[in-house]
């Protein structure tokens, strides 16, 4: 962490990856989903928590990713976050690309720029509905569905970043 003025900067690492499949001739993705709340205490569009939270039908999709634990590579890091994320046993095939963003915590003055490394990667086993309680909800997508859905602008382009590696995989099989 690195003191500038009267805020904090602090440096973050993650890995993370686009897992892939062909299915009746389309291409499919993973994605991760958490419900949108809200604090209305009744929605026609949702369900009530018991908690004075509604639960709306729209997610808030984006892609497996994670902290390193200790000694662990980014690689294997990614590959870890990705089967406890998704519930899928998956390969790695090949680096994509790295995101970097910023985000801060205004409360204890510290800002945080993170680097986000992704992979691409098949699914070698396991089933989404085996994934962490991380996320609400987990399944498959076309690839051009899951570009139009992912929240995050970077997410996107890590995205098309991958189906362009993937349709080279494919053209050269």
């Not at 994670?66 to 390969?91: H, I």
């Not at 929240?151 to 053209?171: D, F, H, S, W």
Request: aromatic fraction near 8%.
């Amino acid at each position: 962490m690195v003191k500038k003025g009267k805020t904090w900067v602090e440096t973050l690492v993650s890995a993370g990856g686009v897992v892939y499949r062909q299915r009746e001739g389309r291409l499919e993705t993973v994605l991760c989903g958490h419900w949108i709340t809200s604090n209305a205490a009744h929605s026609q569009s949702g369900q009530g928590d018991g908690n004075g939270e509604t639960r709306t039908k729209a997610v808030r999709w984006s892609l497996a990713k994670g902290t390193p634990d200790a000694g662990e590579t980014m690689e294997e890091t990614a590959l870890r976050e990705v089967r406890e994320e998704t519930g899928l046993e998956v390969e790695m095939q090949e680096p994509i690309s790295s995101i970097t963003y910023w985000f801060a915590d205004r409360e204890n003055a510290v800002r945080y720029h993170k680097t986000v490394h992704f992979y691409l990667m098949a699914p070698v086993g396991g089933d989404v509905s085996l994934h962490d309680p991380e996320f609400d909800v987990v399944r498959w997508f076309p690839m051009g569905e899951a570009l139009n859905i992912l929240i995050y602008p970077n997410e996107t382009t890590v995205m098309r970043q991958a189906n362009e590696l993937i349709n080279q995989r494919i053209g050269n099989a």
